[in-house]
């Protein structure tokens, strides 16, 4: 079994910085991708960003240039760096991965999800 826990939401200000971090444990055999995706009320499930093995990075056009994903490979953990937040970030931002459980055998894993709320 995989989890997936994650830390570091909050309430900021507009144009203030979070950082958050989704730490997976458990039987992982290899890590091909973690990366965020948020929710906010009323609509969708929508990507942010992702972080490959090898560290390729994939981020959504609406928060280029002012988040950063990024990954420790030996603690298996993802971050993301969140500058000049706007409102419109206010979400519940959750972890994502896929997850090599056995040489074979791949899954996808969500975390609880961590509350962003961007409001002065």
């Known amino acids: 079994q995989v989890q997936l826990v994650e830390s570091g939401g909050g309430l900021v200000q507009p144009g203030g910085s979070l950082r958050l971090s989704c730490a997976a444990s458990?039987?992982?055999?290899?890590?091909?991708?973690m990366g965020w995706y948020r929710q906010a009320p009323g609509k969708q499930r929508e990507l942010v960003a992702t972080?490959?093995?090898?560290?390729?990075?994939n981020y959504a056009d609406s928060i280029k240039g002012r988040f950063t994903i990024s990954r420790d490979n030996a603690k298996n953990t993802v971050y993301l760096q969140m500058n000049s937040l706007k409102p419109e970030d206010t979400a519940v931002y959750y972890c994502?991965?896929?997850?090599?459980?056995?040489?074979?055998?791949?899954?996808?894993?969500w975390g609880q999800g961590t509350q962003v709320t961007v409001s002065s």
């Open positions: 994502n991965a896929h997850i090599k459980t056995t040489m074979f055998r791949i899954y996808t894993y």
């Open positions: 458990g039987s992982i055999f290899s890590i091909i991708y």
């Open positions: 972080v490959t093995d090898s560290g390729s990075t």
